[in-house]
């Protein structure tokens, strides 16, 4: 091995600089760097395709509703003469002058009290149905009747009830609600895997463990797709129960509005209508997942 001598007359400080930097590693890119880069990549492939649709939607829309002799408002002219219904969402004023929040809410409020009462109802037959097979033979035929009278059928039978229309349309939602809760708790506990239950018969679990350690948390995904539909068809029954009980409501309103030539109103709460149902679609879904820890479908 050969040593070279240096010249003391020459410096060589800049040449041994430029080979440390050359030699020097590059430094690792971050993690969290590039975490938060993946989840940018992420956000933008899930929010770009929906947003680009909508703009050639609504560009498309613009397109045909323009001319002077179409019967539907283009979007600027929605935004044009429902400026003020839109700007101001909480507007308090008499009877249903109302803003469009607190339609809104009033809607929420009656699907709430009637799709609570469904769940309870729904899942306590599905789990009697599912479990006894006397039960099944003479329940289910009866289910199977009684889910194809749609929801505003049952609606007259309800106000002569109760004679009121709050009451009646929370009857309509838990009478709809109640058929695809039933029929998927139903299911699920049929499709109950049979180790599970000779698990329980080892253990010597009773009724109520048996209930609570097997049978929910095998049944829990079928139960929350049961839940995601009964929501779904819950909200659909309250627009349309609201058009003939009156009040204040989201439904209400678009009668209302029709009533008084007001079609551009009638796309601001068709438009609120679609925003929450897919909100409350979304929230089951998400509940479902906590609950079920990721079985159930998304």
């Known amino acids: 091995m050969s040593v070279t001598q240096l010249n003391p007359k020459e410096d060589k400080t800049p040449a041994l600089s430029a080979q440390v930097v050359a030699f020097a590693p590059p430094r690792p890119q971050k993690p969290l760097a590039r975490q938060f880069a993946r989840r940018g990549r992420q956000m933008l492939a899930a929010i770009l395709p929906p947003l680009v649709t909508l703009a050639l939607m609504l560009a498309l829309w613009e397109i045909l509703c323009s001319g002077p002799t179409s019967s539907l408002p283009s979007p ?32 929420l409020q009656r699907v709430a009290i009637g799709y609570a009462f469904a769940v309870v109802a729904g899942v306590a037959l599905g789990v009697l ?72 018969k080892v253990l010597r679990l009773n009724g109520f463990e048996y209930f609570g350690k097997i049978m929910l948390p095998a049944a829990a995904p079928y139960i929350f797709t049961g839940l995601r539909i009964g929501i779904g068809l819950s909200w659909l029954a309250i627009v349309a ?58």
């Open 129 to 200: 149905v599912g479990q006894s097979q006397w039960a099944m033979r003479g329940l289910d035929p009866i289910f199977q009747v009684l889910r194809t009278v749609p929801p505003l059928a049952w609606l007259p039978l309800s106000l002569a009830a109760f004679r009121d229309g709050n009451p009646s349309a929370i009857f309509v939602i838990f009478i709809t609600a109640i058929w695809p809760i039933i029929i998927n708790t139903a299911v699920g506990i049929r499709n109950i895997p049979q180790d599970y239950q000779n698990v329980a």
């Open 76 to 107: 600027s002219r929605v935004v044009s003469e429902s400026w003020e219904l839109i700007v101001h969402p909480f507007h308090v004023g008499q009877g249903v002058d109302q803003g469009m929040v607190w339609h809104v809410l009033a809607s």
């Open 241 to 298: 129960a609201e058009m003939l009980i009156g009040g204040v409501g989201i439904g209400f309103f678009i009668w209302d509005a029709w009533n008084s030539s007001l079609i551009s109103d009638i796309i601001v709460a068709l438009i609120y209508v679609g925003v929450v149902g897919f909100l409350l679609d979304r929230l089951i879904a998400f509940v479902g997942r906590l609950v079920t820890r990721g079985t159930a479908n998304a």
